[in-house]
Every structure is written in C-alpha cells, then in structure tokens.
C-alpha cells in the first residue's frame, strides 16, 4: 500500500489577529480548538502518521493536541516563515518512509478526513508518482500531497513561502481534486474566525 504521512503546519505567528491577540489556532469551533479539530480530522483519514509542526506559543498548541496520537516537531526558526516548517515536518521520522507527504494548513477548519481520504486516494491511484492538489471550482488551494522525489526540492525552500513554486516547477503530473469551498477557507483574521462559526479565546 502506497503510504502518505499527514504534516499539519500550526507553527506560525498569526501576525494578521493583531498584536497580542487571540491566537487563531486556539480559537474554538464547536468547543474544540482550531488545531485540535484539524488535527482530528488528520487522524481520521486512514494516513500513516501525523506531525503537527509547531513555533510560536508551542505550549499552548501542545496542550490543545493532548491526548492525540501525533508527533509534535518544533521549528525553532519558525519566524523565518512557512518553509523553515515544511522543512521541520519533512524531516520528522514519520514523514521520512513514506510515499507522499500531505501538507495541510492548521487554520482550515472546513477540511474533512473525508476530504483528506479523497486526496489520499488519488495519490495512491497515481502510484504515488504526482503531485495531488484540493481544489475548488478550478482554482488551486490546500491541502496538497507532494511525493517523496520532491523531498529535495523541499529542503532547498527558504524564508516566508510554500510548495507552489515547487509544484509550478515540477515536471510531475498534478492532478486537482476538488472538494470544494474548504479548499480555500483559512481563517486569518479575528473576522474570518467568528464568520466561520467559531469563537474567539484570550
């Protein structure tokens, strides 16, 4: 069976909640924290590990994933940007042996384990030779799976960017599945959170 590790990246500083605000992981959606909902949908799916990849106010994160089989990974130079955390997650021993790697953003609160299941099994469709990417309506967004033969192409990413460059230059197969409007829903800001249905925590 062609094996995909799940890394959920919630290492980020939430500059655009304001200074000192809520953090917008820990904001609530049906009484459970953002990551810790993310995280469960993650577990569910059937994937061979998760890593959650945390930075700023890693204890607090920490202590909203109680409980849950994932593997923390902390990424010290978390302020450097999202590629020092694709990084830390790729290099987690979980992520090491398997075929894909799904890179999901831990501030997407309408990503299913359903939605998860349905890009795992494209991937596996593909014999784990392309790049897979949700989708809504035609137009790119997140989660996405990247092989293995891009590890590489990962570990040479620096400062405040993600996979797109290495997908837009890779020679590999993408294929798009869409699963809709949760494709694109990141909550970033204090209003994006409570028009999402969920609720605001100091």
Do not use: W
Request: proline share 4%; glycine share 10%; net charge negative.
């Amino acid at each position: 069976m062609i094996s995909v590790a799940i890394i959920v990246l919630a290492a980020g500083r939430a500059s655009r909640m304001g200074q000192g605000g809520s953090h917008k992981l820990l904001a609530e959606f049906e009484g459970v924290p953002l990551v810790r909902r993310v995280a469960e949908q993650a577990l569910g799916c059937g994937a061979a590990s998760v890593t959650v990849v945390t930075g700023h106010r890693q204890e607090e994160i920490a202590a909203a994933l109680s409980g849950l089989n994932v593997r923390l990974a902390c990424n010290a130079d978390y302020a450097s940007g999202m590629a020092s955390s694709l990084i830390a997650g790729f290099s987690a021993p979980e992520a090491r042996p398997a075929d894909g790697v799904l890179v999901m953003l831990a501030d997407m609160p309408g990503v299913t384990a359903s939605d998860l299941r349905t890009l795992i099994d494209a991937f596996r469709a593909s014999g784990g030779e392309a790049i897979v990417r949700a989708v809504s309506q035609g137009k790119r967004g997140n989660p996405v799976i990247l092989p293995q033969s891009l590890r590489s192409e990962v570990f040479r990413l620096t400062g405040d960017v993600g996979a797109r460059h290495i997908i837009e230059a890779s020679d590999l197969p993408i294929i798009d599945v869409d699963i809709g409007a949760a494709a694109h829903l990141d909550v970033d800001t204090p209003d994006a959170i409570i028009a999402a249905g969920g609720v605001l925590k100091a």
